[in-house]
């Protein structure tokens, strides 16, 4: 027990460390900058509740996202850009981290496989623009 404890403390640790050079510089600590950056922590465990949510997060480290947004009723418009130097395993600590941080008990998941299956299909970051705005528009974005 004790053991699959610290396992577990190792990989949220792993999550963490793996932010702070990639992603840090533009998200801060994870909760947003006014108009440039939208918040993640308290976003992400709430999009990676439906499978088609976690599907979009893969698809947004994967091919980047471009385009003006709206996240927690504020309006954002930058580039993200993508993450493929980055492995399925470290994507997927990283975004388990941020979604551990948020409020959803217990919090889900988003497995490697699912970063592999969206590694396979290379589309342009205004594509995941539209997969957005179709999820927002059926309330699975907040
Ligand atoms: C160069 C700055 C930059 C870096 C580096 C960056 N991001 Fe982003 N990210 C953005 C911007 C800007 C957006 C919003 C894009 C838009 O306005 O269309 C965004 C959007 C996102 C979204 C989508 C949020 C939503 O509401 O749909 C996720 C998830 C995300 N970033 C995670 C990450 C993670 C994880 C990393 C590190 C591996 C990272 N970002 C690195 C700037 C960055």
């Known amino acids: 027990m004790a053991a699959l404890a610290l396992a577990g ?3 949220k ?3 963490q460390k793996l932010y702070g ?3 840090g510089i533009c998200h801060h600590g994870g909760y ?3 108009g440039e950056v939208p918040p993640l922590v308290g976003r992400l465990d709430l999009i990676a509740k439906t ?3 976690r599907a979009y997060l893969a698809r947004v480290m994967l091919n980047g996202l471009d385009g003006p947004i709206k996240a927690n009723g504020g309006r954002y418009n930058f580039s993200m850009p993508s993450f493929r130097r980055l492995n399925d395993e470290q994507l ?3 975004l388990n981290w941020l979604i551990s941080r948020g409020t959803t008990n217990p919090a889900p998941v988003i497995t490697p496989n699912v970063f592999a299956a969206a590694r396979k299909e290379e589309i342009g970051s ?3 623009h539209d997969l957005r705005e ?5 309330g699975k974005i907040p």
């Open 9 to 11: 403390c190792g990989k």
């Open 13 to 15: 640790g792993a999550g």
């Open 21 to 23: 050079p990639n992603c």
């Open 32 to 34: 947003g900058l006014p």
């Open 51 to 53: 499978p088609e949510g």
């Open 92 to 94: 997927s600590l990283i």
């Open 126 to 128: 205004n594509r995941v």
């Open 134 to 138: 179709g999820l927002a528009a059926q």
